[in-house]
């Protein structure tokens, strides 16, 4: 009986309505990232509420920072990912087993270098985005208590990724809702009834964080599948290092320099003081919301293309492709209706300051539906990742997110100084991303390379 239970938790992606498979893969993920956003988001909330509003632009500055770091190894995550779901489509159990033990082996040593990087360079960071004198010391403590303890984020997301890339979405969002719940409650009690300010709600972040990483670890360990975690088994093999690097690398080093090329955007946003870093802050806040459905999708149209790569069936791969995009777009276009017409009631969750609102309702209706560009572009990157090319995304999205966007501020820093235009500097750089991918999707020949590895 137990071995039949735990089977039903996975998801064989490989046969069976593209459209439902996407949905069911998709739904608990995006609930799952819903409910980790809320991490960080209800550290805000509670900041803007209770402490004020350079608190509130405190914790939007250390977003660049944080991300930096923890997204080069969520890239890493996404290659161990890639390389675990192709062995499951291809019901390889052998190399399945090797490939979760060198990926948990790497997130370990990756938690504490990830620590002692963060705490190390985060202040510098911080210094160098021209961070205003009245946000920085509390800006500095909320980072230093949120790396001292990220290993919890590190392991759960690493540990979360294996059960995703055999199909099992549920758990890990069962371990999310209960974590973020803990973390509402704890931001809560820390921070009015303790007093403990911007501290209270970095505590309450990395405690909750670590009761979801336990939670994982414990899954992994108690299965009875051949995606089992076996500490005594725990080792760096080079051949299943180099596949999980090969997709993981170009996809950790994209998206710690966006997210590092974001540390210039909000540099340019710090020179409109704390009242537009408030505005900025519950902007991404809220615009970080609405990427979750396209992230979601991203990551169902990843695991289908490696399930479905390692089952040989390339013709269903392009097809899921497609059929995501259409999915993403839809769901994007409602959501951002909505998040139109009451921007300003959505900004004042945050803080209810009249020029705090301002800004982040200037912001928030400037981008909110091009967003919608992003939908091909992150489709046509998780196929191509799946298929083993992650070096085409990852120079496609560093030039656009990295080059063209600091090329594009610098050109308006210089000539249309302003609040919209430095706004903009996010829809264009996804824009010309956008265009590129598709352009690489259809002429670099992956199919043509994967067919003939068939």
């Not at 890639?82 to 052998?94: K, M, P, T």
């Not at 999980?244 to 540390?263: D, H, M």
């Not at 519950?282 to 979750?292: E, G, H, N, Q, R």
Request: charged share 10%; with cysteine.
């Amino acid at each position: 009986m137990q071995k039949k239970q735990t089977k039903s938790q996975t998801l064989d992606m490989t046969q069976g309505s593209i459209v439902k498979l996407l949905i069911a893969f998709s739904i608990p993920l995006l609930l799952g990232n819903l409910f980790q956003q809320l991490y960080n988001t209800v550290d805000s909330l509670v900041v803007g509420n209770f402490v004020g509003k350079e608190a509130l632009a405190a914790v939007g500055s250390t977003t660049p920072v944080i991300n930096t770091l923890v997204m080069f190894f969520g890239g890493v995550a996404v290659g161990a990912s890639v390389i675990i779901s192709r062995y499951f489509g291809a019901h390889d159990d052998e190399k399945l087993h090797l490939a979760v033990e060198t990926t948990m082996a790497l997130t370990f040593v990756s938690s504490i270098i990830c620590t002692v990087l963060g705490v190390v360079i985060a202040p510098a960071l911080l210094r160098f985005m021209d961070t205003p004198e009245d946000v920085l010391p509390q800006a500095a403590e909320y980072l230093e208590i949120y790396f001292a303890g990220v290993s919890g984020l590190l392991i759960y997301n690493m540990g979360s990724g294996i059960l995703r890339a055999v199909g099992d979405t549920k758990r890990p969002l069962y371990f999310l809702i209960l974590s973020s719940i803990m973390n509402i409650v704890l931001d809560l009690v820390f921070v009015i009834n303790f007093n403990m300010g911007i501290a209270g709600v970095a505590y309450a972040t990395i405690i909750s964080q670590f009761v979801s990483s336990i939670l994982v670890l414990i899954i992994l360990t108690k299965s009875t599948e051949n995606y089992r975690f076996v500490w005594k088994d725990m080792r760096f093999d080079k051949s299943m290092m180099s596949q999980i690097f090969t997709v993981g690398l170009p996809v950790g080093l994209q998206q710690a320099l966006t997210s590092f090329s974001n540390v210039y955007v909000q540099s340019y946003i710090n020179s409109f003081g704390s009242s537009c870093m408030a505005g900025w802050s519950s902007y991404v806040k809220i615009d970080s919301f609405l990427m979750l459905p396209l992230q979601s999708m991203a990551s169902a149209s990843t695991t289908f293309a490696s399930q479905n790569i390692g089952a040989g069936n390339l013709k269903r791969v392009k097809e899921g492709t497609i059929k995501a995009i259409g999915l993403s777009c839809g769901v994007i276009f409602v959501f951002a209706s909505i998040l139109w017409v009451f921007a300003p009631q959505m900004v004042a969750l945050f803080n209810k300051d009249p020029e705090v609102i301002y800004y982040g309702v200037l912001f928030l209706r400037l981008c909110v539906f091009m967003v919608m560009i992003c939908c091909p572009t992150q489709m046509f990157a998780g196929t191509l990742r799946g298929a083993g090319d992650a070096k085409s995304p990852m120079f496609i999205m560093l030039f656009s997110y990295v080059v063209f966007r600091q090329i594009y501020l610098y050109i308006v820093n210089r000539f249309f100084y302003s609040p919209y235009t430095i706004g903009f500097g996010y829809p264009a750089g996804w824009f010309v991303c956008a265009v590129l991918m598709a352009l690489s999707y259809k002429f670099s020949g992956w199919d043509k390379k994967l067919k003939m590895d068939h």
